[in-house]
């Protein structure tokens, strides 16, 4: 299930009331954790937390026009799910892959 929000509050406020608390809790411990500069938005129709153009100019390599992503957090059809995209950070995260 998709929504379509431009802000944070707006996404929260369209998703079911049983998940509100649960997404909120989550989004707090990733802004308290989140580095120097990050933002946080609506990206793919999710909670988006991103390296803005104004860190990395050149954006995400798929459509440099979207800003580099790092997590998304979603209320989906059955479930919370949170996407994680830091492995790109790390080469040697990446080792089998």
């Known amino acids: 299930m998709t929504y379509e929000a431009n802000t944070p509050e707006?996404?929260?406020a369209q998703i079911p009331k049983e998940?509100?608390?649960a997404l909120e809790k989550l989004r707090a411990v990733i802004k308290e954790n989140l580095p120097k500069g990050f933002e946080e938005g609506i990206t793919y129709k999710m909670l988006g937390y991103y390296v803005p153009h104004s860190i990395y100019p050149d954006g995400y390599h798929c459509n440099p026009?979207?800003?580099?992503?790092f997590i998304n957090l979603a209320s989906q059809k059955n479930s919370i799910n949170l996407y994680h995209s830091g492995i790109y950070a790390k080469k040697t995260f990446m080792i089998g892959l």
Do not use: A, F, Q, T
């Open 65 to 69: 026009k979207d800003p580099l992503p």
């Open 10 to 12: 707006e996404y929260l």
């Open 19 to 21: 998940r509100v608390s």
